[in-house]
């Protein structure tokens, strides 16, 4: 008999969506959980949610993502890469402070937060600038933003870039507005490249960053809060560097690849009996 193993990589019901939505969709990922022989759950918030559900507590199990190391480019090379994809002179690019993020363009990563944030920024630091690598839906409605707060000069749009990780020691602080997210990856790539990370306390976020220690954790849809974060973040170069130095520390040491791979075998061998 063959065996049913998912992984769950956010639950859909802590979307802002219509209540009745979220009560369909709870009850259709109850049922997901009852049909598979296990499921793995990224975070101790989504598994702490999906162990209140009725007659699966032995068929789910908590597995923190793991990261391999990450060939990064130097940050003179990833700068100067950066600056032509977003058509910037280099030599001024290099002096920016750069707040930047690797993100699908999607309601839920919240990137218009980002964005209305930057005018507060600016004005106390006007050598700042934010890059978004990523593309998808919202595209057309984050330029439009970007241009409602005239912010063409300091707010670009990168678009898709392979091998996105690469470019992230251009990249002052590494930021995560989302509204909802699993155990996000980009924030352990962000770890290995040293990056202080300002993000938002939802899903699985805040068992990788400890507040004030490795980066800082805001409210969600919180312009204002962000925006004092990202300016503390510029201006407290000493503290950023001590941030990304614990970061990287926990990435490495939490989120083994190594790890990842031992326990889900042992879970692959553990539902063949």
């Known amino acids: 008999m ?3 193993i998912a992984t769950v990589h956010g639950w859909t019901f ?5 209540l009745y939505q979220r009560i369909a969709i709870i009850f259709f990922s109850w049922l997901t959980l009852v049909l598979c022989h296990k499921t793995i759950l990224l975070s101790e918030k989504e598994y702490a949610q999906a162990a209140h559900f009725p007659f699966i507590k032995e068929k789910i199990k908590m597995i923190p993502l793991g990261i391999k190391p990450i060939r990064f480019m130097s940050v003179d090379g990833a700068k100067q890469e950066l600056a032509k994809i977003i058509g910037m002179d280099v030599g001024e690019f290099t002096k920016k402070s750069v707040i930047g993020t690797v993100a699908e363009l999607h309601p839920n990563k919240a990137l218009d937060n980002v964005i209305n944030s930057m005018p507060a920024v600016v004005s106390s630091n006007p050598q700042a600038v934010a890059v978004i690598i990523g593309t998808g839906e919202n595209r057309d409605n984050l330029q439009k933003l970007i241009r409602e707060n005239k912010m063409e000069k300091n707010v670009f749009l990168a678009g898709y870039l392979d091998n996105a990780s690469e470019y992230l020691k251009a990249f002052s602080v590494f930021v995560l507005s989302s509204i909802k997210e699993g155990l996000p990856y980009c924030i352990l790539e962000a770890g290995l490249a040293s990056l202080p990370v300002v993000a938002t306390t939802v899903g699985g976020i805040p068992e990788i960053i400890d507040d004030m220690k490795s980066g800082i954790l805001i409210q969600p849809n919180n312009p204002r809060e962000l925006a004092h974060a990202l300016s503390f973040m510029i201006e407290h170069p000493d503290e950023r560097r001590k941030y990304g130095t614990a970061l ?7 989120f083994s690849h190594d790890k990842m791979v031992w326990m889900v075998d042992g879970l692959y061998g553990e539902a063949g009996k």
Do not use: A, D, G, S
């Not at 802590?14 to 219509?18: F, I, S």
């Not at 990287?248 to 939490?254: D, G, Q, R, W």
């Open 2 to 4: 063959k065996k049913i």
């Open 14 to 18: 802590n979307e802002n969506r219509p």
């Open 248 to 254: 990287k520390e926990k990435v490495v040491t939490k």
